[in-house]
């Protein structure tokens, strides 16, 4: 990190009485700073950790007595969960949407974001135009997604009329279809984030070496393989991880949408849960599940993060190389 | 084949003018189609061939959905349940509310972190877990213990977890901001017996206030679209607007395209025009700060 210490912090290491009145009230402000922190972790999180692990070994649903006296069942629960069936497609789906809107997202983004990153007439026009998915709320997104989407809706009416052929995709109703158009959603909602994220990437890269690769000779294919995506790692790392680990999350689409239907075709892994827990109000069938899927998300953030601080060093090594340099001002 | 320079350029320039225009039309349409169907009468729904233009446009969607006007014509859409103005002003108050605190207590842990190391970097991405562990998988527990401690349904309990979902990116992005404030002007004040705290709320927060500004916005943009949480949480005491929206869906006259667009447009002004203002920030916003322009 680029961050130096305050002279203050330094001056606590002599040992003179002044000074060390100084660091206890160096140590009391930096706790003061963090109270609010501790407060919220001991009274919000750590109940509902330790809820949601009570109820992970305990065999309880609504109709039963009061929850603090429910059987306690050992592992069953989560046995139950892993051999569930439903509960493995549900990941394999939900990995699926993820991988692909993420690919999706990024792909598209990334394209607009190249066509985009050198100023032209009617930049920031288009610029708006394209965030502009990013600026609805997803259940809204869902909803028109409705109005849009059935047999005579309009989209297939556009796609005949411009195909000249009789186009008539059961979007919403068709099983074999139904994940597709709910990652399609998710692209067409989120591409705006792979999108800023990338042309941010692209503007702030330094010039110096495109403009070396050019005076040698190098073709635009050239310069964009071994030059601006090289430079550009950390940044499409970063659309990625961040995109992907939402897309995992993604629940307001799937589920005013969808419900988890038809069938159980676009059954992701927050829709089951929800389904579970507020549907067939097997709670401690839930919160197992829940855990099981919380200790997976810990995995895959771990990975995450591992990446993102990797990242994240090279990404400020760039942005001090660039501000010691001359401003870029986009 | 060769082609001249300017040829090329010219092709070039054709090329990107139109693949940046299909995009923006595959961006804007949906948003047209909800802008168009909330100006359409009943009878343009979902009619067959599709009304792309709403004809004649009438304003008896708002009426009715905003204003819940049974004098106003179409009655038979109106659904008695609908409380969108209760439901606009407790989504204000939620977001408003929480998205303060959430930069509030947010850029004075970063503060303390930039200029007092209280959370290591470790530590640092560790928070980054509160926002990027679905919420689905703590929602049910949360629940009980909501209603165990009397915050079920109530706008207090949403605003707690929105403020702890969005906090995350409340330090990081007030951190990428005071992290750019030179050190030399805490120093004047400490030198010239500035306590510590005052230090803080009177040079470092006043000197980011753009910034500030750009993160309180762009966490009113998650708040205000917040659907899972707040679906779970409220029953019938407290409903935010996605909730509201999504009401229709279980109406039993189904298809009530043009009422639903009406309160869907509503919602979505607010944040767009927010998003519009912070356009150039949004990349730090999601990038929680990792990526600035």
Request: with cysteine; glycine share 4%.
């Amino acid at each position: 990190m680029a961050v130096a210490a305050l002279p203050t912090a330094e001056m606590t290491a002599r040992k003179t009485p002044l000074a060390a009145s100084r660091a206890r009230a160096i140590r009391r402000f930096k706790l003061s700073l963090l109270l609010p922190l501790i407060a919220l972790f001991l009274l919000v999180l750590t109940p509902v950790l330790l809820l949601q692990l009570y109820f992970s070994f305990h065999q309880w649903t609504v109709y039963l007595s009061t929850w603090w006296d429910a059987e306690y069942v050992g592992f069953d629960l989560f046995d139950s969960v892993l051999t569930d069936p439903r509960f493995g497609w549900a990941a394999l789906r939900s990995l699926a949407f993820a991988a692909s809107s993420t690919i999706g997202c990024f792909v598209f983004g990334f394209i607009l974001a190249y066509l985009m990153y050198k100023p032209f007439r009617g930049q920031s026009l288009y610029y708006i135009i394209f965030i502009l998915p990013m600026l609805t709320v997803p259940v809204v997104v869902a909803y028109t997604a409705e109005m849009m989407l059935y047999r005579n809706g309009p989209i297939n009416d556009a796609i005949s009329q411009l195909l000249n052929v009789d186009f008539q995709a059961s979007w919403l109703t068709n099983p074999h279809l139904a994940l597709t158009t709910a990652a399609l959603l998710e692209i067409w909602n989120w591409t705006p984030f792979s999108f800023i994220i990338m042309l941010a990437g692209l503007t702030s890269i330094p010039k110096e070496p495109i403009e070396a690769a050019e005076i040698l000779g190098a073709s635009k294919w050239r310069i964009f393989w071994e030059v601006q995506v090289p430079l550009l790692r950390p940044v499409i790392l970063l659309a990625l991880v961040l995109r992907f680990l939402e897309a995992m999350a993604e629940f307001p689409k799937t589920w005013a949408l969808f419900q988890g239907g038809p069938g159980s075709a676009t059954e992701t892994l927050p829709v089951y849960i929800f389904m579970t827990t507020w549907q067939y109000f097997e709670i401690s069938k839930g919160a197992a599940m829940s855990y099981i899927v919380m200790m997976l998300m810990i995995a895959i953030v771990l990975i995450a993060i591992h990446l993102l601080r990797r990242e994240r060093r090279a990404l400020d090594a760039m942005y001090q190389w660039r501000d010691k340099g001359e401003a870029v001002e986009v | 084949m060769a082609m001249t320079k300017s040829q090329r350029r010219r092709l070039t320039k054709t090329i990107r003018y139109a693949v940046l225009t299909v995009w923006a039309i595959i961006a804007a349409f949906p948003i047209y189609w909800m802008v168009a169907t909330s100006f359409k009468p009943d009878n343009q729904w979902f009619s067959w061939p599709p009304v792309y233009f709403p004809d004649p446009p009438t304003l008896d969607n708002y009426r009715n959905v905003w204003l819940g006007a049974q004098q106003y014509a179409v009655t038979q859409y109106a659904i008695s349940s609908q409380k969108p103005l209760a439901s606009l002003w407790n989504s204000t108050v939620i977001a408003t509310t929480s998205t303060f605190l959430s930069v509030l207590f947010g850029s004075i842990l970063a503060y303390g972190v930039s200029r007092y190391r209280i959370l290591s970097e470790a530590r640092m991405f560790q928070l980054l877990m509160l926002r990027m562990i679905p919420p689905i998988v703590v929602v049910a527990p949360l629940s009980l213990y909501y209603s165990a401690i009397g915050l079920l349904d109530s706008r207090t309990g949403l605003i707690i977890v929105y403020f702890l979902t969005t906090l995350p990116y409340a330090v990081w992005m007030t951190k990428s901001f005071i992290d750019e404030v030179p050190r030399e002007v805490e120093q004047a004040a400490e030198i010239l017996g500035a306590s510590r705290w005052r230090t803080v709320f009177e040079i470092v927060l006043p000197l980011i206030r753009s910034g500030l500004v750009a993160t309180f916005l762009f966490i009113l943009i998650l708040t205000w679209s917040e659907y899972l949480l707040a679906l779970i949480l409220t029953k019938t005491q407290v409903t935010t607007l996605p909730i509201e929206l999504s009401k229709y869906q279980g109406s039993t006259e189904g298809r009530v395209y043009g009422r639903q667009a009406a309160l869907a447009v509503g919602i979505t002004i607010p944040l767009m025009v927010v998003g519009l203002i912070i356009r150039k920030h949004l990349a730090r916003g999601f990038s929680f700060g990792m990526v600035r322009r």
